[in-house]
């Protein structure tokens, strides 16, 4: 079974090879000329004048939480696929259910305007 | 001496003949990139009326490699208030996620070869498809990371925007191939593709279900690598140049890399899942033709995809967002029932 | 040979677990156990668990990563104000006590493990950690759970836009 793997592991080492090597050559080659100017965070040729500490919109909280609820769901579905000729009429009603319940779940963010960017 | 070569390799056929193929695949994938620039510049001048690049080599041909030549010998400024370490790993992640996704992406059918049953890819996992997920949704990192380390607010704000689309686009991505998973009953790439070699189950794409997945997928698709119209993260007119804004040199180029790896990698998939993968149908089923064929429906994909960003303006986040929210992730689901239902009944 | 891969793996894992300890800003930390999960992974397809292992990395590595690293993006804090966090003195003593609880489960888990049989592992079936595998126990022995866990998910739906929404009006 681990067989497999191989391809795929010295396709990892080589993509950490390939990328680190990037990063490190542009490093080395290129030029070093710094003065402060340069070296300043870039603002349209302006000093800086909002600093990015601020606070962002909860919004995208809530996008990552619901993110992360239906990346769940999308995980359980998998094995369901795999099975479905198998599980039959059985595994549709079960499935069914466990949608149903979380397209409530949807339809209470979405009338609650979580989905809502303005 | 050499016959414990020998010995070697005949003991470890197997083995030796995967390291090969991942270290083809990877260089190939890297050698496929320049060239997709360069298709790029010359259909996106085609398309607005101008020559594109045709002074470096026939058709313009060096003129991605000059550049990457120059983006190479360019500095690379490390602004002084970002956190260097974290400013290094980003682009690193991105190509990294980028190349290792595309390692069980299969390109022909197996076949003999030195009496080992193969095929052309690196490997040939159970859940394939799965694996492209898990691999490719890391890349987020690279966006969230360039974003925090940079210090700049336009970067920051270009992050958190492209790791917030990239997510909601996930979701409708999956349920979008559960749907091919559902018809062919397998998460094994290389399996989706026999499943649709003959003719009354040929193509995925002409099943009624399947073919809204096949446009929900595709669109998810293009949210997913970056591209126009859902480009977000390189709003020049808000964002300057979203999360990318510090990045200079060969470091900025390699965030282009990971876009355009993941291009070739989403185009393979939608191949592979909906468009028949290798099969001809009429042509002999050689190792050749089929990676000709296959070859050929993911350029045709990647010249769709291009076609695409000349052709429509960029949209707005906020319809972004409800787009991918409100219309794709309802249908998704409901499609992926549709499509259970037909089975079942 | 396998121990020959478990070794470094877990070796790295448990680098990245005291990384993301000590590393003083929370992205490091972050990332840290991002790694020790893409390591975690590593550990499962070596004991066969190949479902679990791209579970590991889907659910773990690739969504509830991503909620902390949005959290920290939105807070935003800088790093002043992380210092101010963490010199508070309560914030000193709860940590001791969690440690210490820690430490206890810790060699509880030691203790059992040092009494299983570990030179004999049981015999495991062909199919074991595959996706057909894991699915058939999921819908047909454990199917209770299974629906329950949708009420779960939808319960964090909902406790998730309260708790948005209250900041937002």
């Known amino acids: ?118 | ?345 | 040979m396998e121990l020959l891969i478990f070794y470094p793996l877990a070796g790295f894992c448990v680098l990245m677990g005291l990384g993301v300890i000590i590393s003083s800003s929370p992205i490091n930390s972050a990332l840290s156990l991002i790694a020790m999960m893409m390591g975690l992974a590593g550990v499962f397809v070596l004991q066969q668990a190949h479902f679990l292992a791209i579970l590991q990395i889907i659910v773990y590595a690739g969504a509830i990563m991503v909620l902390f690293m949005f959290v920290i993006m939105l807070l935003n804090l800088k790093s002043a104000e992380e210092d101010t966090w963490s010199i508070r003195p309560q914030n000193t003593y709860v940590s001791v006590l969690t440690g210490f609880l820690a430490l206890g489960a810790l060699y509880k888990i030691a203790c059992v493990i040092s009494q299983a049989k570990l030179d004999s592992p049981a015999a495991v079936p062909d199919d074991f950690g595959t996706v057909v595998r894991v699915g058939t126990t999921l819908f047909t022995d454990f199917v209770l759970p299974f629906e329950v866990a949708s009420i779960l998910l939808l319960a964090a739906m909902v406790g998730a836009v309260v708790l948005a929404k209250n900041k937002i009006d």
């Open chain 1, 1 to 118: 079974m681990l067989e497999q793997y191989i391809g795929a592991t010295v396709m990892f080492i080589m993509a950490i090879g390939i990328a680190c090597g990037m990063v490190f050559m542009t490093s080395v080659l290129g030029p070093k000329r710094h003065f402060a100017e340069k070296m300043e965070p870039f603002e349209c040729g302006e000093k800086q004048i909002v600093s990015p500490h601020q606070r962002f919109s909860v919004k995208f909280y809530l996008v990552a939480v619901l993110f992360v609820l239906f990346d769940i769901e999308a995980v359980f579905f998998f094995p369901w696929a795999i099975l479905f000729k198998k599980l039959g009429m059985f595994g549709f009603v079960e499935m069914l259910f466990f949608i149903i319940i979380l397209g409530v779940g949807l339809c209470y963010v979405w009338i609650k305007g979580g989905l809502d960017w303005e």
């Open chain 2, 1 to 345: 001496m050499i016959d414990g070569i020998f010995q070697f390799i005949d003991e470890n056929t197997y083995l030796l003949l995967g390291i090969i193929k991942a270290v083809v695949i990877a260089s190939a994938l890297l050698g496929v990139v320049p060239l997709l620039v360069w298709l790029e510049r010359r259909l996106m001048g085609r398309f607005q009326v101008r020559l594109g690049p045709n002074r470096v080599g026939p058709y313009g041909l060096g003129q991605p490699i000059s550049d990457s030549i120059k983006l190479l010998f360019k500095e690379s400024i490390i602004q002084n208030s970002a956190d260097k370490f974290l400013f290094h790993l980003a682009p690193v992640v991105v190509v990294f996620t980028a190349i290792v996704s595309f390692a069980v992406i299969p390109m022909t059918g197996p076949f003999e070869l030195f009496g080992e049953k193969m095929g052309l890819w690196a490997s040939n996992i159970n859940s394939g498809i799965l694996f492209v997920f898990a691999i490719s949704g890391m890349g987020i990192y690279g966006m969230v990371l360039a974003g925090l380390s940079s210090n700049n607010k336009y970067s920051l704000m270009g992050g958190l925007r492209s790791s917030a689309q990239m997510i909601s686009y996930e979701l409708t991505l999956g349920l979008a191939a559960l749907c091919v998973i559902v018809h062919t009953g397998s998460l094994n790439l290389v399996d989706m593709v026999e499943r649709q070699n003959s003719w009354p189950n040929a193509l995925n794409l002409l099943n009624p279900p399947l073919m809204i997945a096949f446009v929900l997928f595709f669109i998810a698709g293009i949210a997913e690598t970056n591209r126009a119209p859902f480009d977000l993260p390189e709003a020049e007119q808000e964002l300057v140049a979203g999360f990318h804004t510090e990045y200079t040199g060969m470091k900025f180029a390699m965030f282009f890399m990971g876009e355009y790896i993941n291009m070739v990698t989403m185009s393979a998939l939608i191949t592979l899942m909906f468009l028949g993968g290798w099969n001809t149908y009429i042509l002999p089923d050689w190792a050749i033709i089929g990676f000709v064929a296959f070859a050929f429906k993911v350029s045709f994909l990647l010249c769709v995809f291009i076609w695409l960003r000349s052709t429509f303006p960029r949209i707005r986040y906020d319809r972004l967002m409800t787009f991918g929210w409100k219309f794709l992730l309802p249908i998704a689901i409901v499609n992926l029932f549709l499509e259970a239902a037909i089975r079942v009944i």
